[in-house]
């Protein structure tokens, strides 16, 4: 069985700054890729930013030069540096990750946590 939880989120000034962390623990053989959405009410799951296992990243237009994801494999763990926020940036903010359980298959499942809010005051 694998969790994905995630963590950080709060109530910050626009401008401010928030951390995301979000850790798959379990039964976990390898993790590929790693990835942040947010998600407004009545919205779509949008995505945010994802990472590769070797450190690619890719970043949504709105986030570009604001955001940094980045990870530790050593703790199946991912995070979201959210500078320079903006009311816009008000959501919550979900993480997934592509998770092998064992060596005897080369499938990958994806894996979703259950989300934290964020609320950036204007």
């Known amino acids: 069985q694998v969790h994905v939880v995630e963590s950080g989120g709060g109530l910050v000034q626009a401008g401010g700054s928030l951390r995301l962390s979000c850790a798959a623990s379990?039964?976990?053989?390898?993790?590929?890729?790693m990835r942040w959405y947010y998600q407004t009410p009545g919205k779509q799951r949008e995505f945010v930013a994802g990472?590769?296992?070797?450190?690619?990243?890719n970043y949504a237009d709105s986030v570009k030069g604001r955001f940094t994801i980045s990870r530790d494999n050593a703790k199946n763990t991912v995070y979201l540096q959210m500078n320079s926020l903006k009311p816009e940036d008000t959501a919550v903010y979900y993480c997934?990750?592509?998770?092998?359980?064992?060596?005897?298959?080369?499938?990958?499942?994806?894996?979703w946590g259950q989300g934290t809010q964020v609320t950036v005051s204007s």
């Open positions: 990472i590769g296992s070797a450190g690619t990243t």
């Open positions: 379990g039964v976990i053989f390898s993790i590929n890729s």
């Open positions: 997934n990750a592509d998770i092998r359980t064992t060596s005897g298959t080369y499938q990958y499942a994806t894996y």
